[in-house]
């Protein structure tokens, strides 16, 4: 059976296509039209996915979508109504796209499906998931278990924004569900919003933030924000709030909560205050999590806990639920917002209509590492360097990687540009920014000359796996960047007994291990496992810069700058490469240096 889910009209969307209960491609639309968080149908990624398969539409036995937008209009209708007179502009705004558009959502996937000039495919095969079904299928069934609790946390999802469901073999099902306005994912995007980031970009921003503050704020939340139970479930304060009427995040009363001010522009300096209202948000949400998965693990019994849903990217948070020990595993979808709903529908179709679970047979996930986008061949490579006069040099693999460990152990900054593109935020070896994780320049050399961002965000480092434990207080494979832990006590450097603790942004200057550009002000990493199996070049990389330093971790970061998205092709590779301060660019095994470039 093939089936292709997809996720769109809202916010990042993207294809998955499964083939026998393989997980043949999945690739977000932002990577191909190079517009971020692009919300359209995503032709280029069906495209993709039909290519990287091999068929046409005529093939294509069933087509899923990550979304009921019907009961998402009642959900709008509904809330518009509540808060009535308030929104009445958003909702005169709101409902002409929805009838015009939004409400024929089948018409617009079949439309441009068949325009697609790849086949066929008739109305017929078209079929909706509930949002959060679509995320706990992305969580449960390409996990390494055979059974879990499932716990789903985003923003609002028709109108469920908080799901605790259980799978076990070919079954998955929901159990629980806390429902639209009170959202963990709309309270942390309000202090998104009122921090100065934008809403469903910045939340990460926040977390980096945290560590810089204390939690001074986190009582007055609990107090004054919401109403949360021991058992995780809650309500909000939603006088302080006004997303319900479209208008935005949140309004005075909220402001008034921390001494009246307004929100922070987005040019306005970090002060200590911003730094603590982060941290509180953070630990409030920690806290929120524990007591939902505590309430999850006595209801289900499960020893295993799969997440997904956009507040599963929160992996400070997840560190931390890994370390209480509630569940003994834990494993989280690696796309879990909202572009991995598509691949989570065409999981749960598959399992609807053929009841056969495929568990990978050597006990890991069915991910393949993440790596299920688009590959490009050498001669594609060439064929552009040609066309832009670019000088280069094509190496063997057996003088590439020391080539390149070398670089980087001259704290050069490497673009790194490999096989096939990951699926999902992080950037995960394939479509890479790497360097030095001993260099104490490194951190702001890649925030402010490479990434030009902002100068408090932290880098996560890769490792090989056989030497995580070796580095980070992580007994657990973490191949996708969604587990933070501490730096092992005997790489951390002290301060000198006289020395006393910069405060706020200037923690950012201080060494704090032997490998700083990747240890967080806290003491801690987002951490990568790099394994052979998953991802031979890329461990073959970090064992030469081992071999040449004694150092098995590099600084990862995505292949980007900021607002635009992880680069897909060699064209886009080069583009970024060129328009950066990088030192280096290597597409497959061809390596360009900027010095020669015109």
């Not at 052979?532 to 995505?558: D, I, K, M, Y």
């Amino acid at each position: 059976m093939i089936i292709l889910g997809l996720s769109a009209f809202y916010h990042d969307s993207a294809a998955a296509l499964l083939q026998d209960g393989v997980l043949v491609a999945a690739a977000q639309e932002e990577r191909f039209t190079r517009r971020k968080w692009d919300h359209n149908l995503p032709v280029h990624a069906i495209r993709y996915c039909l290519q990287q398969a091999g068929i046409t539409l005529d093939q294509v036995d069933l087509v899923g979508f990550y979304d009921k937008p019907l009961i998402t209009f009642d959900r709008l209708l509904e809330t518009y109504l509540a808060f009535a007179p308030r929104g009445f502009d958003s909702f005169m705004r709101a409902m002409p796209v929805w009838v015009k558009d939004k409400l024929l959502i089948k018409k617009r996937i079949l439309d441009g499906l068949n325009g697609l000039d790849l086949g066929r495919i008739g109305e017929e095969k078209i079929q909706f998931s509930f949002h959060h079904h679509a995320h706990a299928a992305s969580a449960f069934f390409p996990s390494p278990f055979e059974r879990a609790a499932v716990l789903v946390l985003d923003g609002v999802g028709e109108w469920a924004t908080t799901s605790l469901g259980r799978g076990a073999g070919s079954g998955l099902e929901l159990l629980q569900e806390l429902r639209f306005p009170h959202s963990l994912g709309m309270l942390y995007s309000a202090f998104t919003c009122y921090l100065g980031f934008r809403v469903n970009d910045g939340e990460y921003k926040v977390m980096g933030l945290a560590p810089y503050g204390e939690p001074v704020y986190a009582e007055m939340i609990r107090e004054a924000l919401i109403d949360l139970k021991e058992d995780g479930s809650f309500r909000l304060n939603m006088a302080c709030f006004d997303y319900c009427t479209g208008a935005t995040m949140i309004n005075d009363r909220f402001a008034a909560l921390f001494d009246g001010l307004p929100p922070r522009a987005s040019h306005e300096p970090l002060t200590r205050r911003h730094m603590n209202l982060a941290r509180s948000i953070q630990v409030v949400s920690e806290e929120i999590i524990l007591r939902l998965a505590r309430t999850l693990a006595k209801m289900t019994g499960e020893t295993n806990l799969c997440m997904a849903g956009g507040v599963a990217l929160n992996c400070v948070a997840n560190g931390r639920l890994l370390r209480s020990g509630v569940f003994e595993k834990l494993w989280i979808q690696p796309s879990a917002g909202d572009a991995g709903a598509a691949l989570g529908v065409a999981f749960a179709l598959d399992q609807i209509h053929t009841r056969t679970r495929r568990l990978a047979p050597d006990g890991g996930d069915a991910m393949q590492g993440g790596y299920l986008g688009p590959e490009y061949p050498e001669e594609e490579i060439r064929r552009l360097l040609r066309r832009h006069g670019a000088p280069h040099q094509e190496l063997s693999d057996e003088e590439l990687f020391p080539v390149v460990a070398a670089l980087l152990a001259r704290e050069q900054i490497v673009g790194w540009f490999q096989g096939r593109m990951e699926f999902g935020p992080r950037a995960l070896g394939n479509r890479s920014i790497l360097g030095d994780a001993r260099s104490t320049r490194m951190q702001k050399m890649l925030n402010l000359k490479i990434k030009y961002r902002e100068s408090f965000r932290p880098f996560a480092p890769a490792v090989l796996a056989e030497r995580a434990e070796e580095y980070f207080e992580l007994d657990t494979p973490s191949p996708y960047m969604l587990l933070v832990a501490d730096v092992r006590p005997e790489r951390r450097i002290s301060l000198e007994p006289s020395g006393q603790e910069p405060v706020g942004l200037e923690r950012l200057h201080v060494p704090r291990s032997d490998i700083p550009a990747v240890t967080h002000v806290d003491d801690s990493a987002r951490v990568q496992t790099v394994h052979q199996q998953t991802n031979p070049r890329f461990h073959r990389l970090l064992t030469c810069f081992e071999a040449l330093t004694g150092c098995g971790v590099l600084v990862n970061t995505s292949f980007n700058i900021r607002d635009e998205p992880i680069v897909c092709s060699p064209e886009d590779a080069y583009r970024c490469f060129m328009g950066s301060e990088m030192d280096a660019l290597v597409l497959g095994n061809t390596v360009l240096y900027k010095k020669d470039q015109a």
